[in-house]
């Protein structure tokens, strides 16, 4: 099979130093991520509260908490936008271009976090359905950042270091679970001093102040502030220009927009069009040819990022569950209500700083040295091993003198997590698909993890309840119970190791290369040839 000639102008892109605006990419691109997963920390801190201010039951042993199907809403409805918008704006992203689309989903982002912390009414119906109206939204902003933020990191960067700076747009998600950890223990504590309550043992109705309604609200807004100083140059960016070479055809345009951003100096010399023989250019999504040389390649993406969202959302939504079944956290009961969140705030916390952030950088400055394939492999194997060390001897680790032991070993599941398949999942699909359908198959990746995610945030509710009726939580039916939960977590991990096979290695390879881009078969005229020189 012939090849056809890569244009010059994204040699260039291959080769091209690392400069100034790679960094500046990494941050406008990286603050969906930041406000996706401060977002997501916060969600579960804020539907304790919401429990124990909307559903107190009179004469209760145990503070209010959310009704099982208000919970499965309150944390799933975000869940389902993102999937929406994933699939919505990766099409998108091929469409109009990816700086077409971009500026759209972090206004949605913007406003629907300022949204759910507005949400109104005083009564719980009024109050839970605002917000769930604004977290589909704001799901549905996110998951648009997914597929774009993704494809046009590794449009601009060059093959040298380019799995670093998108493992770093992702890694911007560490910073946003550490931002909610603090925005929580500082707005909780502030309220504390203000406003003193005593635990629910003591005071049920006085273990909530009134002005605890205002913390959930802050907290949840306070995400927006940074998208929003990124929005401004988010619009700025130039469009890529490997879309613009290889999907608008406009080599010219390609160039100038390159120019602008990158310290490059460009010539371009209008030459007699050559007839090329491009069939990479025109088959369709889902044709025959795109499904023989791509679907191993899409399935292998889609079904470990499906795979390592069950285990990753059911472990990261629910860490207070787990943190008070082991015997880390104190009873409810015991604490009040800003007590609760300040305890779990903190410990979650300690959890994403010793676990999962250095995870996401160990990725960062490793990737383009042992490659994605390597990394995605060690996550899902010690995934695997850590949870089946937690699950088997579980009732050891429920022992007060064991919780240390516990809470080391449930870290290390988070570090192997992101220092694997929670990062390589999002890089590689942004690598291996040709130029007009990128977004679109990073978007169908990233939706299969959302349904992952969904079945993880749904399931393990259900699932980890108590098989013993009597030690269930209110309105739930009984579960699996914790140890068999970790249990399917485990076995899940194993086969996103055995699926991981199916996905190639695109370390130092360009991206026209993975995605066999310059393969002719067929008829097509290129009009311009460029000469580019740094």
């Given at each position: 099979?012939?090849?056809?000639?890569?244009?010059?102008?994204?040699?260039?892109?291959?080769?091209?130093?690392?400069?100034?605006?790679?960094?500046?990419?990494?941050?406008?691109?990286?603050?969906?991520?930041?406000?996706?997963?401060?977002d997501l920390f916060c969600i579960s801190l804020v539907t304790k509260l919401l429990g124990r201010i909307y559903y107190h039951v009179e004469g209760s042993a145990k503070p209010?908490?959310?009704?099982?199907?208000?919970?499965?809403?309150?944390n799933g409805v975000a869940l389902c936008g993102t999937l929406a918008g994933q699939l919505f704006f990766g099409w998108l992203g091929d469409k109009l271009g990816r700086k077409g689309a971009y500026g759209i989903t972090l206004m949605l982002m913007v406003g629907c976090s300022i949204g759910s912390g507005l949400s109104f009414g005083?009564?719980?119906?009024?109050?839970?359905?605002?917000?769930?109206?604004?977290?589909?939204?704001?799901?549905?902003?996110?998951?648009?950042?997914?597929?774009?933020?993704a494809t046009i990191m590794s449009e601009y960067a060059n093959k040298r270091t380019r799995g670093a700076f998108i493992a770093s747009v992702f890694a911007m998600q560490g910073f946003g679970i550490l931002a909610g950890g603090m925005v929580a223990i500082v707005v909780s504590s502030i309220f504390r001093a203000l406003y003193h309550a005593d635990p629910y043992s003591v005071d049920p109705i006085g273990s909530t102040v009134p002005q605890a309604d205002y913390v959930w609200r802050i907290i949840l807004m306070f995400g927006a502030i940074p998208a929003a100083l990124t929005f401004y140059s988010r619009m700025k960016m130039p469009e890529t220009p490997r879309y613009t070479a290889l999907v608008a055809k406009d080599q010219t345009k390609a160039c100038q927009d390159m120019a602008k951003v990158l310290n490059v100096e460009i010539k371009e010399k209008q030459q007699v069009a050559q007839p090329q023989n491009n069939r990479s250019s025109k088959f369709a999504l889902f044709s025959?040819?795109?499904?023989?040389?791509?679907?191993?390649?899409?399935?292998?993406?889609?079904?470990?990022?499906?795979?390592?969202?069950?285990?990753?959302?059911?472990?990261?939504?629910?860490?207070?569950?787990?943190?008070?079944?082991?015997?880390?956290?104190?009873?409810?009961?015991?604490?009040?209500?800003?007590?609760?969140?300040?305890?779990?705030?903190?410990?979650q916390t300690l959890i994403a700083l010793c676990g999962t952030v250095p995870g996401y950088w160990v990725t960062v400055f490793l990737i383009d040295h042992i490659g994605r394939f390597a990394i995605q492999l060690i996550g899902f194997f010690f995934m695997t091993v850590f949870m089946f060390v937690l699950a088997i001897p579980y009732h050891h680790w429920t022992r007060p003198e064991n919780n240390i032991g516990f809470i080391v070993i449930y870290g290390l599941t988070f570090f192997f997590a992101n220092f694997g398949p929670?990062?390589?999942?999002?890089?590689?699909?942004?690598?291996?698909?040709?130029?007009?359908?990128?977004?679109?198959?990073?978007?169908?990746?990233?939706?299969?993890?959302?349904?992952?995610?969904?079945?993880?945030?749904?399931?393990?509710?259900?699932?980890?309840?108590?098989?013993?009726?009597?030690?269930?939580?209110?309105?739930?039916?009984?579960?699996?119970?914790?140890?068999?939960?970790?249990?399917?977590?485990?076995?899940?991990?194993i086969l996103g190791f055995f699926f991981t096979f199916l996905v190639p290695e695109s370390k130092g390879k360009s991206l026209e290369e993975m995605s066999r881009e310059n393969e002719d078969e067929g008829d097509q005229v290129q009009p311009n040839r460029v000469e580019v020189t740094v």
């Amino acid at each position: 099979m012939a090849k056809e000639q890569q244009p010059e102008v994204l040699k260039v892109l291959d080769v091209a130093k690392t400069q100034f605006y790679h960094f500046t990419a990494v941050v406008i691109s990286g603050m969906g991520f930041f406000t996706d997963s401060y977002d997501l920390f916060c969600i579960s801190l804020v539907t304790k509260l919401l429990g124990r201010i909307y559903y107190h039951v009179e004469g209760s042993a145990k503070p209010g908490s959310l009704p099982p199907n208000v919970a499965a809403a309150v944390n799933g409805v975000a869940l389902c936008g993102t999937l929406a918008g994933q699939l919505f704006f990766g099409w998108l992203g091929d469409k109009l271009g990816r700086k077409g689309a971009y500026g759209i989903t972090l206004m949605l982002m913007v406003g629907c976090s300022i949204g759910s912390g507005l949400s109104f009414g005083s009564s719980p119906t009024s109050v839970i359905a605002t917000l769930c109206f604004f977290r589909f939204w704001l799901g549905f902003g996110i998951g648009g950042d997914y597929p774009l933020s993704a494809t046009i990191m590794s449009e601009y960067a060059n093959k040298r270091t380019r799995g670093a700076f998108i493992a770093s747009v992702f890694a911007m998600q560490g910073f946003g679970i550490l931002a909610g950890g603090m925005v929580a223990i500082v707005v909780s504590s502030i309220f504390r001093a203000l406003y003193h309550a005593d635990p629910y043992s003591v005071d049920p109705i006085g273990s909530t102040v009134p002005q605890a309604d205002y913390v959930w609200r802050i907290i949840l807004m306070f995400g927006a502030i940074p998208a929003a100083l990124t929005f401004y140059s988010r619009m700025k960016m130039p469009e890529t220009p490997r879309y613009t070479a290889l999907v608008a055809k406009d080599q010219t345009k390609a160039c100038q927009d390159m120019a602008k951003v990158l310290n490059v100096e460009i010539k371009e010399k209008q030459q007699v069009a050559q007839p090329q023989n491009n069939r990479s250019s025109k088959f369709a999504l889902f044709s025959k040819e795109f499904l023989r040389r791509h679907g191993l390649h899409l399935l292998g993406t889609a079904s470990t990022w499906f795979l390592l969202d069950i285990a990753y959302y059911s472990q990261n939504l629910f860490q207070k569950d787990i943190f008070s079944a082991v015997g880390w956290l104190p009873s409810a009961s015991s604490m009040s209500a800003l007590g609760e969140l300040y305890k779990i705030a903190r410990a979650q916390t300690l959890i994403a700083l010793c676990g999962t952030v250095p995870g996401y950088w160990v990725t960062v400055f490793l990737i383009d040295h042992i490659g994605r394939f390597a990394i995605q492999l060690i996550g899902f194997f010690f995934m695997t091993v850590f949870m089946f060390v937690l699950a088997i001897p579980y009732h050891h680790w429920t022992r007060p003198e064991n919780n240390i032991g516990f809470i080391v070993i449930y870290g290390l599941t988070f570090f192997f997590a992101n220092f694997g398949p929670n990062s390589t999942t999002f890089v590689i699909p942004a690598e291996i698909f040709p130029a007009r359908f990128r977004s679109t198959c990073h978007g169908i990746s990233a939706a299969a993890g959302k349904a992952g995610a969904i079945i993880g945030a749904f399931g393990f509710l259900y699932a980890s309840q108590n098989q013993d009726n009597a030690k269930t939580d209110a309105g739930y039916p009984p579960g699996i119970g914790m140890r068999n939960s970790l249990i399917v977590l485990g076995v899940i991990s194993i086969l996103g190791f055995f699926f991981t096979f199916l996905v190639p290695e695109s370390k130092g390879k360009s991206l026209e290369e993975m995605s066999r881009e310059n393969e002719d078969e067929g008829d097509q005229v290129q009009p311009n040839r460029v000469e580019v020189t740094v």
